[in-house]
């Protein structure tokens, strides 16, 4: 008995070393990847002057993250009204950029200027649009001090005076609609300074067309109701494109992100100029006021549809070609505004 129950013993504990040895020994714990801290320096533009020295700044630092520093430091500059390149002569650093894909070493130096005061492009919009719409109607109701006291407060007898008045009144109230529901803008703010430039192009001009349309002696389209009829058509037609345009704009977008996308038509018709121009939003609002000038036949309204062509041939272009640099499969047959043309 003793014998055996030695045999048993001898064999569990031969078992027992077989078993643990067949175990995988434990891993040895992994080392901490050691993170290295960058070293900041925010240098003044103009005087050279050093402004702020950050210690310890985390690689996956945004240039967001280290205006948000600065302005701990200097209170008056807040993130939107600085900006930061890492040449006195480069382009402004996007807020985006992180600081580990910068062409930098682990001491990194920033010029820094002032954008000065800035305003929301969603209040710059809304400024823009609500003084035509005012201006307009001042000069529509003819209000005193305008035309000659005897035209005080009276009406036009000519019906393409109150439907000039009923079409332009419609373009800025969308526009300050879609300003409000449906815009997603991703430029944060503008220099305050620009809004005088702006309001003062978009008030004055509001203002010159208006003076002639509403004038007492306004005479009518030459080609009469069929003009009027043509351009009204026109304006209309382009007007529910341009708010298609703006729409479908709106949902590539999620809320917050700049995130970019190539657009493309959507189930709405007024959507398949995509196929032809990269900016139909502005080749709309160019067909909207061409129309607004055949139903007028106004020369101050030609006037601001020219200059305003030109302005958003500059834009589409510069959006076209932003499109073709960052997307290799963005499509050829695309215009910047007028199709096979511009």
């Not at 995988?24 to 320096?41: C, G, L, S, T």
């Not at 203002?207 to 009027?228: D, F, R, S």
């Not at 709405?268 to 939003?281: A, E, Q, R």
């Not at 061409?290 to 302005?311: E, N, R, Y």
Request: hydrophobic letters at 40%; proline letters at 7%; aromatic letters at 16%.
């Amino acid at each position: 008995m003793d014998v055996l129950a030695l045999e048993a013993k001898t064999g569990n504990a031969a078992d027992s070393e077989k078993k643990s040895s067949s175990r995988p020994k434990p891993k040895p714990p992994k080392k901490a990847k050691r993170i290295v801290y960058f070293e900041v320096e925010i240098v003044d533009l103009k005087t050279k002057e050093k402004l702020l020295l950050l210690d310890k700044v985390e690689p996956t630092a945004t240039v967001l993250d280290i205006k948000a520093l600065f302005h701990k430091s200097y209170p008056k500059w807040y993130p939107a009204r600085q900006s930061l390149r890492l040449d006195a002569k480069g382009k402004c650093l996007r807020d985006e950029e992180i600081l580990q894909t910068l062409p930098v070493g682990t001491t990194a130096s920033f010029y820094f200027s002032d954008l000065g005061p800035q305003l929301t492009w969603g209040t710059v919009f809304l400024t823009e649009c609500v003084g035509p719409l005012i201006i307009y109607l001042m000069f529509y109701f003819h209000l005193p001090f305008i035309y000659s006291p005897k035209y005080d407060f009276t009406s036009s007898k000519h019906w393409v005076v109150h439907l000039a008045c009923m079409c332009h009144s419609f373009h800025y109230i969308k526009r300050i609609l879609e300003t409000l529901f449906v815009h997603r803008i991703s430029h944060g703010t503008m220099p305050l300074r620009n809004i005088f430039k702006n309001c003062g192009y978009y008030w004055c001009s509001a203002a010159w067309m208006a003076y002639y349309i509403n004038h007492p002696l306004y005479t009518t389209p030459y080609y009469g109701q069929q003009q009027v009829n043509t351009g009204l058509y026109i304006f209309l037609f382009c007007q529910i494109g341009n708010f298609s345009i703006h729409v479908a704009l709106r949902n590539l977008k999620q809320p917050g992100s700049k995130t970019k996308k190539i657009p493309y038509p959507t189930k709405n018709p007024f959507t398949w100029m995509f196929w032809l121009v990269s900016c139909p939003n502005y080749t709309y609002e160019v067909g909207s006021w061409i129309g607004f000038t055949l139903m007028t036949q106004c020369v101050p309204v030609a006037f601001f549809t020219i200059v305003g062509f030109i302005q958003m041939t500059v834009w589409a272009k510069g959006k076209h070609y932003g499109y073709l640099k960052e997307y290799r499969d963005y499509p050829t047959l695309r215009s910047s505004i007028l199709p096979f043309i511009l």
